[in-house]
């Protein structure tokens, strides 16, 4: 697969090679977006989160299969750099259908308003509460009549996804779960992002590796785990917020 069938024309001149170790490993993804599409067809949707991995998917369907449908789940405290992004992909891409997703209006109220705006912070039940209501019931409605759906998991990103396949049923959420990147490391998606000139979110160049919701997600050191700065006030072992259990 040529670079160029990724790039604008503005951005060509610009590109750099691929390795061919990474190219193999762009064409294997490439692959595994067209056989999802021919297997699941309209009952297959992409959780674009907005970060790193979802920037790299993002552009792969967009030039490749942009038949695959998209959502995003806006929970009211995304930070404006991450729905800036979502501006920025939908007017490069009008080939995509990303639908967005929010938390039902009067379940938020009442949890606010009975426990605060900031509850999170105050113990890992509540915080578990506040991305029931903000993330996990809106995600129970995108996939309400799906058989797959596909996210940007990697096993790298942390210790409660190091047991990640590529297909793996979702019993929790009853349908089938796709994670096409799950065996890439963070410099080979970079690797690919930078090279294909893809729209990232610019927290990333600003200490933010992974990013969620912004009271929630803080900057972290170089080195650092890349998810150490998500619920950093929580263990590592409990640092998920219900999307994938
Ligand atoms: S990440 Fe934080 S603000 Fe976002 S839904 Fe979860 S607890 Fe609430």
Known sequence: MSLDAFLEP???QEAEPLDAALQAKLDEV???LQQAWQEYGETLTFANSLGAEDALLTGLIAQHQPEIAQFVLDTG???EPTLTLL???RSRWPQINIQVFYPDASKLQDFVNREGVNAFYRSQELRKACCGVRKVEPLQRALADKKA???GLRREQSVTRDQLEYSQWD??????KLSPLYDWSEAELWQAIKA????YNALHDQGYPSIGCAPCTRAVQPGDDPRSGRW??????TRECGLHK
């Open 87 to 89: 501006d920025q992909v």
């Open 232 to 237: 950093w006030w929580e263990n590592p072992e």
């Open 77 to 79: 405290r995304l930070p």
């Open 30 to 32: 490439i692959a595994r």
């Open 149 to 151: 759906w596909m996210t």
């Open 196 to 199: 294909l000139k893809l729209p």
């Open 171 to 176: 019993a929790g959420n009853g349908l089938q």
């Open 10 to 12: 503005d951005a060509k």
